[in-house]
């Protein structure tokens, strides 16, 4: 059993930023994998980022490779997800999950994920 909560998200123009994060909680953070996936109304969710336990290697969709960066701080038990020039498509409600493997997050074989917390980018 694991809790996650996402928080950070909201309306921006696009070519904008915002910063997700998502506090952890029910087990010990630093034992997990952890990642993000997002679901746009009608669309299949779709993996985005993750990183090991440490934080010293992640995996990243292609789509966002180079605009999103994952990052973990394990003292605070958090995760952030650093989403940069943002456009119409990355709309949809995004995800915080964890699972002991990376690579279970990475094709969505995950148990435990957050309520969720809606992006939308305007043009």
């Known amino acids: 059993q694991v809790q996650l909560e996402e928080s950070g998200g909201g309306l921006v123009q696009a070519g904008g930023s915002l910063t997700l994060s998502c506090a952890a909680s029910?087990?010990?953070?630093?034992?997990?994998?952890v990642g993000w996936f997002r679901q746009a109304p009608g669309k299949q969710r779709e993996f985005l980022a993750a990183?090991?336990?440490?934080?010293?290697?992640?995996y990243y969709a292609d789509s966002v490779k180079g605009r999103f960066t994952i990052s973990r701080d394990n003292a605070k038990n958090m995760v952030y997800l650093q989403m940069n020039s943002l456009n119409v498509g990355d709309t949809a409600v995004y995800y915080c999950?964890?699972?002991?493997?990376?690579?279970?997050?990475?094709?969505?074989?995950?148990?435990?994920w957050g309520q969720g917390t809606q992006v939308t980018v305007s043009s």
């Open positions: 029910g087990r010990t953070f630093s034992s997990l994998a």
């Open positions: 999950t964890a699972a002991e493997k990376l690579h279970t997050i990475v094709v969505l074989e995950v148990d435990y």
């Open positions: 990183t090991i336990k440490s934080g010293s290697s992640s």
